[in-house]
């Protein structure tokens, strides 16, 4: 069973980085993709990024394409989303998320089985 545990978030000035991790706390994360989703307020959650099982496939979405890099560590059973240039529109509810289903990888969080609770990253100067 999988259980995430995201980082705390926080408030970052435009243009600024953060590092968001998440670790799970349960098995077999090795044989899972797992994404990152992000949420803004009065909007659909959608897809940030996603990284294959292991770890050598990875997908962003255009808007985040060049400034946010996802990454994964089997041993510490950890992924990773370095976020950078960071934009008030980059502002929401970030969640992490694992997809037995499709261990390549997938932008649809309908593939994933298992969320971690979310965490706030605020873009404000």
């Known amino acids: 069973q999988v259980q995430l545990v995201e980082s705390v978030g926080g408030l970052v000035q435009p243009g600024g980085s953060l590092r968001l991790s998440c670790v799970d706390s349960g098995r077999t994360f090795s044989t899972y993709a797992m994404g990152w989703f992000r949420q803004a307020p009065g909007k659909e959650r959608e897809f940030v990024a996603a990284?294959?099982?292991?770890?050598?496939?990875?997908y962003y979405a255009d808007s985040v394409k060049g400034r946010f890099t996802i990454s994964m560590d089997n041993a510490k059973k950890a992924v990773y989303l370095q976020m950078n240039s960071l934009k008030s529109e980059d502002t929401a509810i970030y969640s992490c998320?694992?997809?037995?289903?499709?261990?390549?990888?997938?932008?649809?969080?309908?593939?994933?089985?298992?969320w971690g609770q979310g965490t706030q990253v605020t873009v404000s100067s």
């Open positions: 990284i294959n099982w292991s770890g050598r496939r990875t």
């Open positions: 998320a694992a997809s037995a289903r499709r261990p390549d990888g997938s932008n649809s969080e309908a593939q994933y089985d298992s």
